[in-house]
């Protein structure tokens, strides 16, 4: 039985509004990284950007009508934004920003919409190998949850499916949530179902949040241009740098100096 390309989309469309959400979060992340690392709440509401970033390229991916061009707008946003993110976060080269991930995700999902060839086999198989090989930001397991939830693209029921079995896997090895917004938690983990409870306030597992966002039909649609969506994530990296100099806090260019001087080397 052949499988069709084009079909329904289950969950939220409404990737305009997504993608503001999903950057409002990731803005969380990072300022609680860079510069309120005593509030870790901001740290836990972050957990929330990525997967919506992947619901939004799974949606993409489905109504895209060229592939290429897809490739293209991201592979240019994260050049574009790699300087930019080595300086806001203090990473150097080989720290990836998340539209590696993203670029990598789509070659995948490239083959599985398209089926020639047996692509639908051997694409995921090599962008997960080529996100390994990268050490992309999430790594593998990040590229494997877009291909998850673009099986399932069609089902509410398979979206939650995937979300809560994969968000219980990936928190596995993070630490334990003991509050939030003051709110102590260790009630619950010490509770006579703190066995039951404890696996879903793992930090990574709390990504979790992110579902309702993916199932809820959010009414009326934002129409961002193409460009827009993406340019947001290099511009909410110049304005943590920013924050950070207005907090008085030294910029770290060191980084991109040493990328710099590499580079000269090379010619």
Known sequence: MTISRRRAIAGCTNTGLLKLIALVFMFIDHAGKMCFPAIPEMRILGRIAFPVYCWCLVVGAAHTRSFPRYLGRILLIGLISQPLYMVALHHPLTDYNIFLTLFVALLGLWGLRERKLLSH???PVLALTLAQLLDVDYGWKGVLLVFLLWAVRDSRSGIAAVMIAFCLFWGGAS?????FFGLSLTGLTRSQFGSLISPFLKLQSLALLALPLL????PGRIRLPK?????LYPAHLALLILIEHLMGRPIHWEHLTNAWQQLITLF
């Open 121 to 123: 086999l051997w694409a």
């Open 175 to 179: 630490s334990t949530v003991q509050k």
């Open 215 to 218: 199932l809820i039909p959010f």
């Open 227 to 231: 460009w827009t969506g993406y340019a």
